[in-house]
C-alpha cells in the first residue's frame, strides 16, 4: 500500500500542475485527459488510483453543475498555491486553529474564546529550514452543525491541499469531534469505504489544560491515524510541529552542484518521495537524459560520498546531486 501511495504522491504533484490556473472547459478537457491518461498507464487497477478517478470526475461534475457568471465572482475560499507544499486545518470551531495559525506562521488571525471566530480562510506561511509550507487555516464547524453551504467550499480547499490535517481539542469531547468530521469526510467522498487518496492526520490542542492526558489516551484508542499534540506554550511542541508538517507533505529537497563549483544551497529541487536522477534530470534540461553519463550524490541515498549513480537511483532528503552529460 505504501508503493502505492508515494506513486499517487508523485501523480498528484504531476496533477496540480497539469490543472494551475485552469478554469471552465478547459479544466474540464484537462481532468477529463488525466483520467483517460490513468486508464491508459493501466494505474486505476490500483485501488488508491481508482479513488483519484471518482475524486477528478466529482471535479467534473461541480464544474459542469455550476450556473456560468457574467465576469469573475469573488470566493472567500479560493486561496492560490504558494510555497513547497500546502496543508489544510479541518475542525470544529474553538478548537485553536487560530491560535495554532498565529504561532507556527507569518499572520495574525483574529482570534477569540468564542465560536466561529473565523469566518473565512486565512493562508500563512510556515517556514522549516529552507522550506515554506503554505496553512490554510479553515471556518471551524458551528456547534457539530451541518452547514452544507460552507462545508462544500471547505473540501473545494481541501482537495487542493496536500495533506488534511484535522484539529481536536483535548480539552473537549475528542470523541465526539472525531466522529463528526470522520462524517464529514465521508460525507464529501473524501474518504469512501475507509479508503482516501488523501493523507490525513490529526493535530491534539490545549494539552496543558487540566485532564487532556486522558483524553489523549481516549483519542489513541479510536483512532488509527498520527495524532500529533501540541502545547502553544510550549516552543519544543510547535518546533517538533514544524518539522512533522515537513514530514506530511512527502517531500524531498535535493541541492545541486555544477562540477568544480560549490553546492547551490538557496533553490533546492522539492520533489515527492521517490524521486529518481532522471526526474532531476528531466528537471534540470530536456535533453539531459539523452546526454546523462552518470551522477555524483552526496547525502543520505549515497554509499558514500561522491558514489557514481545511474538515472534510476533513488534520492533521500538533502542529498546533493552533480550531473555530468555528454557534450553537444
Keep these: 500500500m505504501k508503493k502505492e501511495y508515494t506513486k499517487l504522491k508523485w501523480y498528484r504533484f504531476k496533477i496540480a500542475r497539469r490543472i494551475l490556473n485552469l478554469e471552465g472547459e478547459a479544466l474540464i478537457a484537462e481532468l477529463e485527459d488525466i483520467i483517460q491518461d490513468i486508464r491508459n498507464k493501466k494505474l486505476d487497477k490500483l485501488g488508491v488510483f481508482q479513488l483519484q478517478i471518482v475524486e477528478l470526475e466529482n471535479m467534473i461534475a461541480e464544474i459542469k453543475a455550476k450556473p456560468k457568471a457574467k465576469g469573475r465572482q469573488y470566493d472567500p475560499f479560493h486561496i492560490p498555491a504558494s510555497g513547497d507544499g500546502r496543508l489544510a486545518l479541518f475542525g470544529v470551531s474553538n478548537v485553536g486553529k487560530s491560535t495554532l495559525m498565529n504561532a507556527i506562521t507569518n499572520t495574525d488571525v483574529k482570534t477569540g474564546a468564542y465560536l466561529h471566530t473565523t469566518r473565512i480562510a486565512h493562508a500563512g506561511t510556515c517556514e522549516y529550514e529552507d522550506l515554506k509550507i503554505q496553512i490554510i487555516d479553515l471556518p471551524g464547524f458551528l456547534d457539530f452543525k451541518e452547514e452544507w453551504a460552507i ?56 494539552g496543558d489544560l487540566p485532564d487532556t492526558k486522558e483524553s489523549f489516551q481516549k483519542l489513541k484508542k479510536i483512532t488509527d491515524l498520527e495524532i500529533h499534540p501540541i502545547t502553544i506554550k510550549e516552543e519544543e511542541t510547535l518546533e517538533q510541529l514544524k518539522k512533522t508538517l515537513f514530514e506530511q507533505l512527502d517531500i524531498i529537497r535535493v541541492y545541486t552542484k555544477k562540477p568544480g563549483q560549490k553546492v547551490d544551497r538557496e533553490k533546492p529541487f522539492v520533489l515527492p518521495i521517490g524521486t529518481t536522477v532522471a526526474d532531476i534530470a528531466e528537471k534540470i534540461h530536456t535533453s539531459f537524459i539523452q546526454r546523462f553519463r552518470f551522477a555524483r550524490v552526496w547525502g543520505p541515498s549515497a554509499e558514500f560520498e561522491g558514489q557514481n549513480v545511474g538515472l534510476d537511483h533513488e534520492l533521500k532528503d538533502t542529498d546533493i546531486i552533480e550531473m555530468i552529460v555528454e557534450r553537444r
Design 151 to 206: 462545508s462544500k467550499q471547505i473540501v473545494r480547499v481541501a482537495r487542493t491541499s496536500d495533506a488534511i490535517l484535522m484539529v481536536i481539542d483535548l480539552s473537549m469531547d475528542v470523541e465526539l469531534q472525531y466522529n463528526f468530521l470522520m462524517k464529514q469526510l465521508e460525507d464529501a467522498r473524501l474518504i469512501v469505504d475507509g479508503e482516501t487518496p488523501y493523507k490525513f492526520s490529526i493535530i491534539a490542542t490545549k
